[in-house]
């Protein structure tokens, strides 16, 4: 009878033994890589099962000079936009035996080339990606030269590069057209990282394509600091200077629940005095007193098919063009029409007004 003592680690070797087979044999077995008599099978899979045998993936991964690892790159995990993501890609990989490496770049260009140079590193057999700028990307270039399969979550459609979306475009100009509907024609788009963000510049042509088929003026664009989205006090000056501002839509709903607080701070209210909506669609703007209004998507869904099309990918499959998922305007009680006194068109101010972050007024003067 063979012992194996309980601190001991179980190899192959003791398997094999226990079976009474060859350890070739006993490999064929467990790695299901070769004809074996179903006799032997039995035997091997018994022994294995009582001595509580099982490969690492570790050593399945040296057997095969295969890491079997996916590297994923997000902005952050603090917003759970991009943790749903994440599980979402998590999702797909539960079957397929590979584990997910996962890295963040705080919105950085330069901390995404060393998160992606890092994950290469690590010998990840392919990428899912959001960036700050991915076609520009050094790092990622890199990764396409040593033909790593890469798939791209969130972004619009980049030639080359695969991508799970929302159409950002079209889901801006269903908020332009609610805006409108309701009376409002002074607007503004609130933007965090603009220049770095595609999604958000996205969002802000759409809004804008929307207001002039709508017959409204080009809405004010509000670039914000850090400082001022994580500071309502700063918020509230910035939006003292838009004098008439009936309507902001805000590129993140982290930005439209900061404006609710900036709105209080200044003595007023949503939607009384300023309607407010977001882009999204997490759960808790659902929980606020005043329930957020938001463009509602399913991060989930976009974490999934990124990467059943990375899996796709790795397996030399040709991927067509995925086309974007489905967005849906979720209404929430920070959407009203105007008040009266702001439905005149005849305003005298032009709008939009020349809208500087106080960091750049201080920057100017």
Not at 80 to 90: D, H, I, L, R
Not at 121 to 134: C, I, Q, R, Y
Request: aromatic share 6%; net charge neutral.
């Amino acid at each position: 009878m063979t012992h194996v003592s309980s601190r001991q680690k179980i190899t192959i070797k003791d398997v094999a033994r226990k079976a009474d087979c060859g350890i070739a044999t006993a490999s064929r077995v467990l790695n299901r890589s070769g004809p074996t008599s179903a006799e032997s099978r039995r035997r091997v899979e018994e022994a294995a099962r009582e001595l509580g045998f099982s490969f690492s993936a570790i050593g399945r991964a040296l057997q095969s000079s295969r890491s079997m690892t996916i590297g994923c790159l997000v902005p952050s995990l603090a917003n759970p936009v991009f943790a749903e993501a994440v599980q979402g890609v998590q999702e797909a990989l539960s079957k397929t035996g590979y584990q997910l490496l996962i890295a963040s770049s705080n919105y950085d260009g330069e901390a995404d080339c060393a998160a992606i140079s890092t994950l290469l590193d690590k010998g990840v057999e392919g990428l899912v990606l959001t960036m700050v700028a991915p076609e520009r990307s050094a790092a990622l270039d890199r990764a396409r030269a040593r033909d790593i399969p890469l798939s791209l979550m969130f972004h619009d459609p980049i030639d080359g590069l695969p991508t799970a979306h929302v159409d950002n475009f079209e889901a801006a100009r269903e908020v332009a057209r609610r805006f409108a509907d309701l009376g409002h024609r002074r607007t503004a788009f609130l933007a965090l990282r603009f220049s770095s963000s595609d999604r958000s510049r996205n969002r802000y042509t759409g809004f804008c394509d929307a207001c002039r088929a709508c017959g409204l003026p080009d809405p004010a664009l509000i670039e914000l600091s850090e400082a001022e989205a994580n500071t309502p006090e700063l918020l509230a000056t910035l939006l003292g200077k838009l004098d008439g501002l009936t309507a902001i839509f805000a590129s993140n709903d982290f930005l439209a629940i900061a404006v609710q607080k900036a709105v209080r701070l200044r003595g007023k209210k949503v939607p009384q005095d300023l309607s407010v909506v977001g882009f999204d669609g997490i759960e808790i703007g659902r929980l606020l007193d005043v329930p957020l209004a938001t463009i509602e998507t399913a991060p989930d869904a976009i974490g999934r098919q990124a990467a059943q099309t990375l899996l796709d990918l790795i397996q030399g499959k040709d991927c067509a063009k995925q086309p974007p998922l489905p967005f849906n305007f979720r209404a929430g009680a920070t959407l009203a029409p105007p008040r009266p006194e702001f439905r005149d068109d005849d305003q005298g101010a032009t709008w939009p007004p020349s809208v500087h972050s106080l960091e750049t007024d201080l920057k100017q003067g």
